[in-house]
């Protein structure tokens, strides 16, 4: 289709859902602007950059791509990730807009240093990649004719912003507008955003919870309402709560005076009676319609979705809604292969969902703000998040850094304060040695920006902030008396199995068998070293329920993924890069109670190279063992040392010998049987089979939407091969492409494609081939 008539179906998509939008509620509109960008990729020696902001510049020769967006695809391994400047374009129209209109333009991120123009009018510079750049853009947008949206990003390392420079970060900052683009269209009295309306725990719609019981609740909100007419207003505010699309509670104002030019904040308390709670084990989400009405009409409206939960403290430990609770979390970067940080959102919640199947209630961002999709799934499926700013190991002693810091405290907040999931706010530069006045002004900042009882600030810090993070390895190797305050193990289960100076006695090992009995493992390493892995987080996590001050741990890291600077993989996940669980991801989730879903796991190949001390992960309370349907036996959890504190110990079978056939684990609760696991010896790779990752979301078209297509070499019974090494090639019909650079190959039998679905529904067709065999697979969009 020609870049022309695209423009024609935007325009009338845009007027066709400002006329449907003025027809049911207000006058105005807020969608996403993701679609039709060009772009450019600067090379090194290209400095020729004129023009580029222009209307008038001819961008016809640059390339046409979607938001979300890379502006590099990289190779699996990134040792060298681009950096550099690149430039984005859009072309629009606004038919409808009068002069009465606002026009704001909103990208939830744009990594990392960004100029803005509009029409040729630069209108916006920012600094910091992972907060939302929010522009009042009114009096630059032309009405009724095409306008011009143009994007300077330079992601080079950055003094200011920081952290250390990429080439020994540790983690990878990848360029481009990566996450939504937006446009608003509102009337010229209207509510506000927190981003631009600059106000100490104001602007935009902000919800608190003064009472919480799920016999009577209290909801409080503050709304910011500015008026830009030349005129003084009389509003009224109408606040409608609504569970399932459902009106339950509902509160209108009486007139309210605004003058012209001035804001005011709109207060309103309201109960609420048989609440439903949120928490980990139950979600509850509720949706607030906002609505400012003048003369009878509404005139804006905004949606926010809330929680009701409380989160409080008792000597140290957490209860949530007045039930003690220990998060048992992990940590995470929202990095794919290939693509770094643009995932569609979608993807951000096939994230969150393989977080919370795993047994996690818990997740710590690190170590910087993510997306509001994920964000919003952590809400939807009940994640505890510990959300930060970024930082890690850089702090510059200058006035203007620590003014980036405290402003990007103040974004945070002010982005994120309405989602019930967030815990707390780690306004702490990681493992970085800040000075107390730094601390305390960010301390102030969190209870400054969100006022009253049970909100907290977090950091690796035990002087100033409310919630106390140490890793384990911290803790092991300068032990020392908590101080009165609720202590997290914000990392473990990596580094002190791996470094020489983490305290476990690795400095007594040659360097091959420290990275033997690490916990960084890649599943192409074989069944032992993912059993080491295991069994080192089994023997951590079980560690730090013995140290019973902690109310929380986060197991380091969920997902593998790259360093920048290293020449493979960090390799600690529970999960590899590609979302493929390893052994230790079992073992984490029969550690969830049985009512959440019975676990039987047996972590083995069941081949000649197998284990015979054989380990099954499950939440039950006896397993039998059978091979080849001869009982082995029939036992209980294990009661060694190093699961001595485990909800659900995992059960060792010692067999005598390997026999080929099919290995039998029957768990029984009660006495009740209530989950089966088969393993069978694998054969020699007759055939392919090829799923797709959906983790409850179907692929999508017209979002960018971006999925894992997974290759198993099987043998004649449909067993995974896990030897199978060889390369696999894909081909595509339909509108999609994989991202994948380079070869693809299977490792322990299992080779990744990651396909890009694109803005047409139909068919996909996939083949897949790999020493003359070849299997297809269809998604129907």
């Known amino acids: 289709m020609e870049l022309l008539s695209k423009i024609k179906i935007f325009i009338l998509s ?116 992972y907060l939302p750049v929010v522009i009042d853009a009114t009096k630059y947008i032309v009405k009724g004719q095409t306008n011009t949206i143009a994007v300077r990003l330079n992601n080079t390392d950055n003094p200011l912003t920081g952290p250390k420079p990429l080439a020994k970060l540790d983690f990878n900052m990848y360029g481009g507008l990566y996450r939504n683009a937006w446009l608003s269209v509102k009337d010229k009295l209207y509510i506000s955003h927190p981003a631009i309306a600059n106000k100490v725990a104001g602007g935009g719609v902000f919800i608190t919870y003064p009472k919480v019981s799920k016999d009577l609740s209290e909801i409080a909100i503050k709304t910011n309402v500015v008026n830009e007419f030349t005129s003084d207003k009389t509003i009224k505010v109408t606040q409608k709560i609504l569970f399932d699309n459902k009106e339950v509670q509902s509160k209108t104002t009486s007139d ?30 509720y949706s607030l319609e906002t609505s400012i009405i003048v003369d009878g009409n509404i005139i804006d409206q905004e949606t926010t979705r809330f929680g009701i939960r409380k989160f409080e403290f008792k000597n140290k430990e957490l209860f949530i809604n007045g039930e003690k609770t220990f998060l048992r979390g992990v940590n995470r970067h929202q990095e794919y292969p290939f693509v770094g940080y643009a995932l569609s959102d979608n993807a951000q919640y096939r994230d969150a969902k393989k977080i919370k199947d795993a047994g996690f209630n818990y997740i710590r961002l690190s170590h910087y703000p993510q997306s509001p999709s994920f964000l919003d799934a952590c809400d939807e499926l009940g994640l505890v998040v510990l959300d930060a700013i970024l930082g890690w190991q850089y702090y510059l002693d200058n006035d203007q850094f620590r003014a980036y810091c405290y402003k990007s405290a103040e974004q945070l907040i002010r982005r994120d304060r309405n989602h019930p999931s967030v815990l707390a706010w780690e306004v702490s530069l990681n493992e970085t040695q800040m000075p107390v006045f730094f601390m305390e002004e960010l301390d102030r900042i969190v209870h400054a920006e969100y006022p009253g009882e049970n909100v907290y600030s977090s950091g690796w810090m035990d002087d100033v902030y409310d919630i106390y993070l140490q890793a384990r390895q911290h803790r092991i190797l300068s032990p020392h008396k908590l101080k009165d305050k609720p202590y997290s193990v914000s990392e473990y289960g990596d580094w002190e199995y791996y470094s020489k100076n983490a305290g476990l006695n690795q400095d007594q090992l ?86 959440d879903g019975a676990v039987v796991k047996i972590a083995s190949y069941w081949n000649k190279k197998s284990p015979l001390n054989l380990k099954v992960y499950s939440n039950c309370d006896e397993l039998a063992l059978y091979l080849n349907d001869e009982l082995i036996g029939k ?130 067709k996939i083949v897949a081939k790999s020493n003359k065999i070849e299997q297809t697979y269809e998604i129907n969009l």
């Open 256 to 285: 309210i005076s605004i003058q012209s030019g001035k804001d005011i904040d709109v207060s309103m308390n309201i109960t609420l009676p048989n609440a439903k709670l949120w928490s980990p084990k139950q979600p509850n989400l």
């Open 510 to 595: 040659p360097n091959d068998l420290r990275d033997e009995f690490s916990s960084r493992q890649k599943r192409a390493f074989g069944e032992e070293r993912l059993l080491r892995q295991a069994a080192n987080v089994q023997e951590a996590h079980n560690d730090n329920l013995q140290n019973t001050v902690a109310f929380s741990d986060s197991y380091w890291v969920m997902y593998d993924y790259n360093r920048g600077y290293h020449n493979d993989i960090e390799a600690s996940g529970l999960m590899d890069i590609f979302r493929l669980p390893k052994f230790a991801y079992y073992f984490y989730q029969s550690q969830r109670d049985i009512e």
């Open 635 to 764: 036992q209980k959890p294990d009661t060694d040392k190093n699961s001595s504190d485990l909800s659900h110990p995992p059960f060792t079978f010692n067999l005598k010998s390997f026999k080929a056939g099919t290995l039998k684990a029957v768990g029984y609760v009660d006495g009740k049987e209530v989950k089966i696991d088969e393993v069978t010896t694998p054969g020699n790779p007759t055939a392919l089979k090829i799923w797709i990752d959906t983790s409850g979301k179907k692929p999508e078209a017209g979002v960018n939407d971006v999925l894992f297509v997974y290759v198993a070499a099987v043998d004649e019974n449909g067993t995974i091969v896990p030897d199978y090494s060889e390369k696999v090639t894909f081909e595509i019909e339909g509108d999609a492409s994989m991202q994948n650079v380079g070869e693809i190959k299977a490792e322990a039998g299992i080779a990744t494609g990651l396909l890009k679905i694109g803005t047409k529904k139909g068919k996909i």
């Open 14 to 129: 845009l007027f066709v859902g400002v006329c449907l939008f003025s027809c049911q509620k207000s006058n105005n509109v807020h969608f996403k602007i993701n679609s039709e960008w060009k772009f450019k990729l600067l090379d090194k020696d290209d400095n020729n950059e004129a023009q580029f902001e222009n209307v008038d510049f001819n961008d016809s020769n640059w390339e046409t791509v979607n938001l979300p967006h890379t502006a590099h695809l990289e190779p699996l391994i990134v040792n060298n990730q681009w950096q550099g400047i690149c430039w984005y374009r859009k072309s629009f129209d606004l038919p409808l807009v009068d002069d009465d209109k606002k026009v704001f333009v909103e990208f939830e991120a744009a990594m990392s240093h960004s100029v803005i123009w509009i029409n040729g009018v630069e209108v916006a510079m920012h600094k910091g990649g």
